[in-house]
């Protein structure tokens, strides 16, 4: 089944670590999303990409990198610099502006 | 630039009345609305979207929302609730599409409680 893939699920982080999440999609979508989630707020925009090898940051990108090697993945490395990083992280993805599709989500907890 | 307003932080219905979740947009341009709905620790569903065609859009699982450009709503509805129907609602704006990209601004989301 076509889809957008995130893992893992769930993820535990220590001070000082960089952590990466992953986000595979087989859509064939061109644009793909990262979003990050709080409790009792909206999605915040992260990063995105348009195409592969070229991405841009979004409104909260401090802390925050990405990649876009080939076009069904754009992994998430949350670094050290962020200083708050627990929440929930949403990748998307669209093709040619069309209707935005989120994936399953994946949950990060500082420890 | 664009943005949104969710009124209501949490709505409680009772099963088998109408719901009504507001959402007031600001944009600079003419905007694309969406309304997604979550349900606990999942993604996103896209629950319909107004591109500038009609302005009732129907979407999935009864609901329906209005463009009305001069009070800058966009308020999603369904007129009878069901207990499936509880979940977090989420309106969001998008400006032009760039480049294939297109960026959601996102409300604070509306938790929607149905009682039986």
């Known amino acids: 089944d076509g889809g957008i893939t995130q893992s893992p699920k769930y993820l535990f982080r220590k001070e000082g670590q960089n952590v990466t999440l992953s986000c595979e999609q087989n859509?064939?979508?061109?644009?793909m999303y990262w979003y990050r989630q709080d409790p009792g707020q909206g999605l915040r925009l992260i990063y995105y990409?348009?195409?592969?090898?070229?991405?841009q940051k979004g409104d909260i990108a401090e802390g925050y990198s990405v990649s876009r090697e080939k076009k069904e993945s754009f992994p998430l490395t949350v670094t050290s610099a962020q200083k708050n990083p627990t929440a929930f992280y949403l990748c998307?993805?669209?093709?040619?502006?069309?209707?935005?599709?989120f994936g399953e989500g994946s949950w990060l907890t500082v420890v | 630039a664009q943005s949104v307003t969710q009124l209501g932080s949490h709505v409680s219905v009772s099963e088998g009345a109408l719901v009504l979740l507001r959402c007031n947009y600001s944009?600079?341009?003419?905007?694309?609305l969406f309304w997604y709905v979550q349900y606990p620790n999942q993604g996103l569903q896209l629950l319909l979207k107004?591109?500038?065609?009609?302005?009732l859009v129907k979407g999935i699982n009864g609901f329906e929302a209005e463009f009305k450009k001069s009070e800058t709503s966009f308020h999603l509805t369904k007129p009878s609730a069901h207990m499936s129907d509880a979940a977090e609602y989420f309106c969001?704006?998008?400006?032009?599409?760039?480049?294939?990209?297109?960026?959601?601004?996102f409300g604070q989301g509306t938790r929607l409680t149905i009682n039986p």
């Open positions: 990409s348009q195409i592969v090898n070229d991405f």
């Open positions: 107004y591109t500038s065609a009609a302005t």
């Open positions: 944009s600079s341009v003419p905007p694309y």
């Open positions: 998307a993805s669209t093709r040619s502006g069309n209707t935005i599709y």
């Open positions: 859509l064939n979508h061109d644009a």
């Open positions: 969001a704006v998008s400006g032009p599409i760039i480049q294939g990209a297109q960026k959601l601004v």
